[in-house]
């Protein structure tokens, strides 16, 4: 069963950054798909942001048109842990993220919520404008 503990969130000024980290433990993939996705107060779940690798390779990122340019994915092997980079925050960024994982290897949209398996319990980001 994957465990995932999402940290980092919390509240930054328009144009700051925040680095919002998801660590992985109990995982059994040979090959992983981890998502970022928001939600804001009224709003459906969205992508935000989408990672694949295998043997510790990362072959595969995605953004939303939304994030692009602003927002960077990464993973650190050594702690099993992905990294959500937001730089640049804009108002219109203020949601609960949440991180996902999936077997990289399942067919499918990587930016779909059905694609994913296991789901953190979110945190927080606030951005004053």
């Known amino acids: 069963q994957e465990q995932l503990v999402e940290s980092g969130g919390g509240l930054a000024q328009a144009g700051g950054s925040l680095r919002l980290s998801c660590a992985a433990s109990g995982g059994t993939f040979t090959t992983y798909a981890m998502g970022w996705f928001r939600q804001a107060p009224g709003k459906e779940r969205e992508f935000v942001a989408a990672?694949?690798?295998?043997?510790?390779?990362?072959?595969?990122?995605d953004y939303a048109d939304s994030v692009k340019g602003r927002f960077t994915i990464s993973r650190d092997n050594a702690k099993n842990t992905v990294y959500l980079q937001m730089n640049s925050l804009k108002a219109e960024d203020t949601a609960v993220y949440y991180c996902a994982a999936g077997d990289g290897l399942k067919h499918g949209p990587p930016q779909s919520l059905n694609y994913y398996e296991y789901w953190g319990q979110g945190t927080q980001v606030t951005v004053s404008s």
């Open positions: 990672i694949r690798w295998s043997g510790g390779i990362i072959y595969y990122t």
